[in-house]
């Protein structure tokens, strides 16, 4: 009976202690999560949860060298977000030579070149050469608050000439 006794006694401490280690923390916590605004040196404001973000939209259009829009070009797009960091999209124009890609992301400087390759050969109006915009620029397009910086465009409008007969 004593044994029984000891085992009721120490699993009713065991949940004692927890409550109250349960109930110092949410208090901790709850003490941080409200007193973002009262730190002496620091500006008043609001705490806020998420993950900064801005829309990027790339667009433009491929032309030959008579104006007219070429449909099938592959349009590769690559952001460099640093020395280290480089993503890259690939895209194809449509029958009216127009491209665009939109995208959600973390906010950055970039630099955008944009590569246009003809990849069907003598289809779509005969073969291209090859040409890059390099260093197209981003402009904000849309002002952003708190979090969302905005939307920001960058627009590469080109026009390949046919590649010479051999």
């Known amino acids: 009976m004593y044994v029984l006794n000891a085992c009721y006694m120490k699993q009713r401490m065991e949940t004692w ?19 973002c605004d009262k730190i002496p040196g620091i500006p008043t404001g609001r705490c806020e949860y998420g993950c900064p973000n801005a829309d990027y939209k790339i667009m433009g259009s491929v032309k030959d060298g008579n104006g007219k829009p070429i449909k099938g070009i592959q349009v ?9 960091t480089v993503q890259r999209d690939t895209l194809y124009s449509d029958e009216k030579g127009q491209f665009s890609l939109s995208q959600n992301d973390f906010p950055s400087d970039r630099s955008l070149d944009v590569i246009f390759n003809d990849v069907d050969g003598a289809g779509n109006g005969g073969e291209f050469e090859s040409k890059t ?25 080109v026009e ?7």
Do not use: D, R
């Open 17 to 35: 202690l927890n409550c109250l280690i349960s109930g110092i923390f949410s208090i901790l916590g709850f003490a941080g999560v409200t007193s």
């Open 76 to 84: 590769v797009a690559q952001q460099t977000y640093s020395a280290t």
């Open 133 to 157: 915009a390099s260093k197209v620029k981003y402009e904000q397009t849309k002002k952003g608050k708190s979090w969302y910086k905005g939307e920001f465009t960058a627009t590469a409008n």
């Open 160 to 166: 390949l000439n046919k590649k010479a007969s051999e």
